[in-house]
């Protein structure tokens, strides 16, 4: 079955950029959608179909995908965004999640 | 406003079946497709089951396969998740979410999963 493999955390100061990577075979043959999701509430999808912002995502979230990893970069990262995050990709018409990276916002 | 609120959690034996609804509104139902994903206790998101939106397509996961069966009512702009056969690791929080596509000239390509319930929780204990 295809796996999706994420670092389990990453930290970052305030104003500084996060990157997120998101590691599968030739994944960026597939599109990537990414997730965030704070403690006790409902993911929230910030990319999909690679590097899409859905309406009402803040700018600095982007992504990118090529060869075998997808990446989540947030820009000038905010308190607020202090969340996990998960990638997900399609493989045979079952959705496919990464076990998430906690982002820390120090 | 799209709302999806799930039903149907409870506490229940090894071995026994549940059946979870999900009610959306907000939205034209019947032009989603509709999936049920769950987090396990501490755990990251796991795909359970879809369906299309005339329910003519269905998927499971393996580790739901044969115990689980997915349906929705678009009358009632409803979704289901009945599940038997309940183990231990079935366990978590159950979450309905609706999927979008952008199609164009016969291709239609996943705009991923664009909103989620408050999610409902199964717990599996003797």
């Known amino acids: 079955s295809y796996e999706l493999t994420q670092a389990p955390s990453v930290s970052v100061s305030p104003g500084q950029t996060a990157t997120i990577t998101c590691s599968g075979d030739k994944l960026g043959e597939r599109h990537a959608s990414w997730y965030q999701q704070k403690p006790g509430q409902s993911p929230v999808l910030v990319i999909y179909?690679?590097?899409k912002r859905p309406s009402g995502i803040p700018q600095r979230f982007s992504g990118s995908n090529s060869g075998n990893t997808a990446t989540l970069t947030i820009s000038g990262t905010q308190a607020l965004d202090e969340a996990d995050y998960c990638c997900q990709a399609w493989d045979h018409g079952t959705a496919v999640f990464g076990p998430g990276t906690k982002v820390t916002v120090l | 406003e799209v709302q999806l609120v799930e039903s149907g959690g409870d506490l229940v034996q090894p071995g026994r079946s549940l059946r979870l609804s999900c009610a959306a509104s907000?939205?034209?139902?019947?032009?989603?497709?509709m999936h049920w994903v769950r987090q396990r206790p501490g755990k990251g998101l796991e795909w359970v089951s879809g369906i299309n939106w005339n329910s003519a397509s269905i998927g499971y996961a393996d580790s739901v396969k044969g115990r689980f069966t997915i349906s929705r009512d678009n009358a009632l702009n409803k979704l289901f998740l009945q599940m038997k056969g309940l183990r231990t690791e079935d366990m978590g929080f159950y979450y309905c979410?609706?999927?979008?596509?952008?199609?164009?000239?016969?291709?239609?390509?996943?705009?991923?999963?664009?909103?989620w319930g408050q999610g409902t929780l199964v717990s599996v204990s003797s």
């Open positions: 979410t609706r999927e979008t596509f952008d199609c164009s000239g016969g291709d239609c390509y996943s705009r991923g999963f664009d909103y």
């Open positions: 179909q690679d590097n």
């Open positions: 907000g939205f034209i139902f019947d032009d989603y497709a």
